[in-house]
T-cell receptor, first 110, second 114 residues
């Protein structure tokens, strides 16, 4: 199936450090989305990058997309304790369906 | 705007009981989705709807039924609950857009089947 696969599964860093998460997918896409989930809560949309974009920024987030390698990365700069969450990439299915992987669990320590 | 709301927030069922989870959205979105999330895993799509009166199966539809009688509501039913359906259920909605668009998620319903 077309689910995104995140790497690493878990990441532990100190406040102020950068966090990089990677995503791979299997088939051609026209966009890819990233979501955050705080423990026990619903998912929150972070960013959507289209296939004709190589990089996109939103605040402290930077997302890249390499369609030739079928991969994407999410960089969070100057991380804060509040960034502690699970992060999911989601390539699309039809009808705006999203196919989620298991996510990357990020822990940011004060 | 309330966004996407889910009722109830928590529920405990005995094996074989039935229940209905309600999802409501006030954003006039065409598309709605039901997911389940098991511990340490991502979300898996159960059923979805692309408009009032239409529903379709997702990745894990067995044991669930859905209805979309009104555009703003999407109901998920469990006719005979099983322990394997213990999970957190999330509803989401979005509007149709070529090239993708974000989904808005509800806060989830935590269901335990004993």
């Amino acid at each position: 199936s077309q689910q995104g696969e995140e790497d690493p599964q878990a990441l532990s860093i100190q406040e102020g450090e950068n966090a990089t998460m990677n995503c791979s997918y299997k088939t051609s896409i026209n966009n890819l989305q990233w979501y955050r989930q705080n423990s026990g809560r619903g998912l929150v949309h972070l960013i959507l990058i289209r296939s004709n974009e190589r990089e996109k920024h939103s605040g402290r987030l930077r997302v890249t997309l390499d369609t030739s390698k079928k991969s994407s990365s999410l960089l969070i700069t100057a991380s804060r304790a509040a960034d502690t969450a699970s992060y999911f990439c989601a390539p699309p299915g039809g009808y705006n369906k999203l196919i989620f992987g298991a996510g990357t669990r990020l822990a940011v320590h004060p | 705007n309330a966004g996407v709301t889910q009722t109830p927030k928590f529920r405990v069922l005995k094996t074989g009981q039935s229940m209905t989870l309600l999802c409501a959205q006030d954003m006039n979105h065409e598309y709605m989705y039901w997911y389940r999330q098991d511990p340490g895993m991502g979300l898996r799509l159960i059923h979805y709807s692309v408009g009032e009166g239409t529903t379709a199966k997702g990745e894990v539809p067995d044991g669930y039924n859905v209805s979309r009688l009104k555009k703003q509501n999407f109901l998920l039913g469990l006719e005979s609950a099983a322990p394997s359906q213990t999970s957190v259920y999330f509803c989401a909605s979005s509007y149709p857009r070529t090239g993708g668009t974000e989904q808005y998620f509800g806060p989830g319903t935590r269901l335990t089947v004993t």
